[in-house]
C-alpha cells in the first residue's frame, strides 16, 4: 500500500527541481565573489595600465569608496529584481520567472566582458543583480511550495548552498583567470551559467500550490504526484485545496504594501518583524565584508605583492570559500537535529567571537590567527546565519503572503549588503584594525533577537506556525509558545482547519522548550 505523501522526506524529484532551481542561485554567487580575487587588478591596476586592443587591462577607480559602489551595485539589482519578480511570481509562475530572468546574465555578462568604462561595468553589475534577485525570491518560496514537512530542513539551505557553490567554484577560476585580460573571461561565464538555467529550467514542474491557487487543479495533481512518486497523495492534495479555499474566502494574494500596513486576515506583524530582522542581521554580521574583501583583509597580514598571482591570500580566499560550503551542508544537518533558533544564537555568537579575535590579530599582524579567524567566522556563519533566514518566509507565512514576505526580507537583506559595500571600505579607512568591532556588536545584538523574538518552525506545518504567531509582535518564550511533538493524525487535522485554531496541547506529545530548539 502507498503511503501518504505528507510522512515522505526528500525525493528524487524534489531534488532534481531543486538543483534546476537552484543554478539562479549559484549565479548569484559567482557574481559576490568574482570582484574579491581580481579585486586588486580591477581598482588598483597593480599588473600594469595598457590597452588589448580596445579594452583596457583594469578599471582604474581611485577611491575606496568608488569600489565600494561598485561591490555594492550588485545587491542594488538584486533589490531591484526581488522587488520586480513579486507581481511576476503571482501572475506567471516559478517556471516563467525562474527561466526568463535568468536571461538577464547574459546581457549583464556582456556589459562586463567588453567593458571600457567604470558606469558600464557599474551597469553590468546591477544587471546581473536583478537576475540574481529575482531567482532567490523565487527559488526560496518555490522550495517551500514543493516541500513536505520533513524535507524542508533539507530544502531550506538550497539558496545558501547554491550561492556558496558558485562563491567557491568563481574563486578557483579566479585564481587563474584574474591576471588582464583573463578577468573579462572570469565575467563573461555568468552569462553561459545564466543560458544554461534558461535551457534546463522548463523541464521542472509548477508549483503545485501556485497551480491549485490559479484553479488549475488537474495539472496542479500531475505535479505533485511527480514530487511525490510512488506515495498517495489524495488527503495531501485535498488539504492544499481547502486550504487555499479557506484563504480565498479570507482574502487573494496580498502585495508588498497592504502587507506592510498590516492589511491582511491574519495579523503577520511577528513573521514581518522576524524575516527583515534575520535577513538585515545575515548581513550586518559581516560575512559580506569577508566575502567580498577577504583577499584584502589577509594581505594586510600576509604582505604579499597583489600582482604576484595568485597571491597567498587569494589562494587562502579560496580555501575559505571551500569550508564554506562544507559546513553549509553540515549546518543543514544539524538544522534537522537541533533546530532553528539554536543554531542561530550558536552562529551569531561564534561569529561575534571570532570578530574579537580578528581584531588583535590584524593589530600585530599574526597572519596565522587572522586566517583562523577568518576561516571560523564564515565557517559559524555557514551554520546557521548563512541558510536559516533565506527559509523564514516560506516556514512561518500563509500562501496568500508568502510572495510579499520574501520579496520584502530578501529586498531587505539586498539594500544591507548594498549598505556593506559601500560603507565597509570607509569603516575600515577609519576604524583600521578595530573595524570588526562593529561586526561583533551587530552578532551580539542579533544572537539576543533571536532568543526574544525567533520561534521555532523545525518540522512544523506552516499553517500551525502562522496560527500560534499570528497574534503581533510578541516575546517566544514560556510554555504557551512551546514546540510539542505532534502525531500524523493530529497534524492533519491541524492543516484542515488552515490557522483559524491556535492550539495549545496535543495528546501524546511531550514538551520540548523553543530556546532548545
Given at each position: 500500500?502507498?503511503v ?22 549559484f ?25 588589448y ?42 517556471k ?15 556589459l562586463l ?8 561595468f ?12 529575482a ?7 518555490y ?8 524535507s ?7 539558496v ?21 585580460p ?43 504526484a ?7 497523495i ?15 474566502e ?26 527583515s530582522?534575520?535577513?538585515f ?7 559580506n565584508?569577508?566575502?567580498f ?49 539554536t ?64 520579496g520584502?526580507?530578501?529586498?531587505i ?28 556588536c ?11 523574538f ?6 512544523r ?32 487535522a ?11 496541547l ?12
Open positions: 500500500m502507498p501518504d505523501s505528507r510522512t515522505l522526506g526528500l525525493t528524487g524529484f524534489q531534488a532534481y527541481c531543486m538543483a534546476l532551481a537552484a543554478i539562479g542561485s549565479n548569484f554567487g559567482w557574481n559576490i565573489g568574482s570582484v574579491n580575487i581580481p579585486g586588486d587588478v580591477l581598482q588598483n591596476c597593480v599588473t600594469g595600465r595598457k590597452y586592443g580596445p579594452f583596457p587591462s583594469c578599471i582604474y577607480v581611485g577611491s575606496n569608496v568608488a569600489w565600494g559602489v561598485i561591490t555594492g551595485s550588485y545587491a542594488l539589482g538584486a533589490f531591484l529584481g526581488a522587488v520586480l519578480s513579486n507581481p511576476v511570481i503571482d501572475r506567471k509562475g516559478y516563467f520567472t525562474l527561466t526568463w530572468f535568468a536571461l538577464l546574465n547574459v546581457a549583464g555578462a556582456l566582458s567588453l567593458t571600457t568604462k567604470l558606469p558600464q557599474i551597469v553590468g553589475r546591477v544587471v546581473v543583480g536583478v537576475a540574481a534577485g531567482a532567490n525570491n523565487a527559488l526560496s518560496t522550495v517551500s511550495d514543493i516541500a513536505t514537512p520533513r524542508r530542513t533539507v530544502m531550506g539551505g538550497s545558501q548552498v547554491a550561492t556558496n557553490m558558485g562563491i567557491m567554484v568563481d574563486n578557483a577560476v579566479a585564481l587563474g583567470l584574474a591576471p588582464p583573463r578577468w573579462r573571461v572570469l565575467f563573461s561565464l555568468t552569462g553561459a551559467f545564466g543560458l544554461l538555467n534558461f535551457i534546463l529550467f522548463p523541464f521542472a514542474r509548477e508549483s503545485p500550490k501556485w497551480l491549485i491557487s490559479k484553479g488549475q487543479l488537474e495539472e496542479a495533481r500531475i505535479s505533485l511527480k514530487f511525490r512518486k510512488g506515495a498517495c489524495d488527503d495531501e492534495f485535498n488539504e492544499m485545496v481547502e486550504v487555499d479555499r479557506l484563504n480565498k479570507r482574502t487573494n494574494n496580498v502585495n508588498v504594501w497592504e502587507l506592510v500596513c498590516g492589511r491582511t486576515p491574519d495579523n503577520l506583524r511577528h513573521q514581518l518583524l522576524c524575516v530582522s534575520l535577513l542581521f545575515q548581513q550586518f554580521s559581516g560575512i565584508a569577508v566575502i574583501y577577504s583577499t584584502s583583509i589577509i594581505n594586510q597580514s600576509t604582505k604579499s605583492n597583489p600582482a604576484d598571482i595568485p597571491t597567498l591570500a587569494q589562494i587562502l580566499s579560496f580555501l575559505i570559500s571551500v569550508a564554506a560550503l562544507v559546513f553549509t551542508v553540515l549546518g543543514m544537518g544539524l538544522g534537522a537535529y537541533f533546530g532553528r533558533r543554531l542561530l544564537i550558536f552562529s551569531h555568537m561564534m561569529m561575534a567571537i571570532f570578530s574579537a579575535v580578528i581584531v588583535p590579530g590584524t593589530i600585530r599582524g599574526v597572519t596565522a590567527l587572522v586566517v583562523t579567524a577568518v576561516f571560523c567566522f564564515n565557517a559559524f556563519f555557514n551554520i546557521g546565519v548563512g541558510p536559516i533566514p533565506w527559509a523564514t518566509a516560506g516556514e512561518m507565512t500563509p500562501r496568500y503572503a508568502m510572495t510579499a514576505m520574501s520584502i526580507g530578501t529586498g537583506g539586498y539594500v544591507s549588503t548594498f549598505a556593506i559595500g559601500v560603507l565597509f571600505p570607509a569603516i575600515n579607512n577609519w576604524w583600521g584594525n578595530y573595524t570588526f568591532i562593529f561586526f561583533l551587530w552578532n551580539v545584538a542579533a544572537a539576543i533577537f533571536v532568543y526574544f525567533v520561534p521555532e518552525t523545525r518540522d506545518p506552516i499553517e500551525e506556525t502562522v496560527a500560534k504567531h499570528s497574534c503581533g509582535i510578541h516575546f517566544v518564550l514560556g510554555s504557551k509558545y512551546a514546540v510539542i511533538p505532534i502525531d500524523h493524525k493530529a497534524e492533519t491541524q492543516l484542515g482547519r488552515a490557522s483559524t485554531a491556535d492550539e495549545s496535543l495528546d501524546g506529545g511531550s514538551y520540548y522548550s523553543e530556546l532548545s530548539g
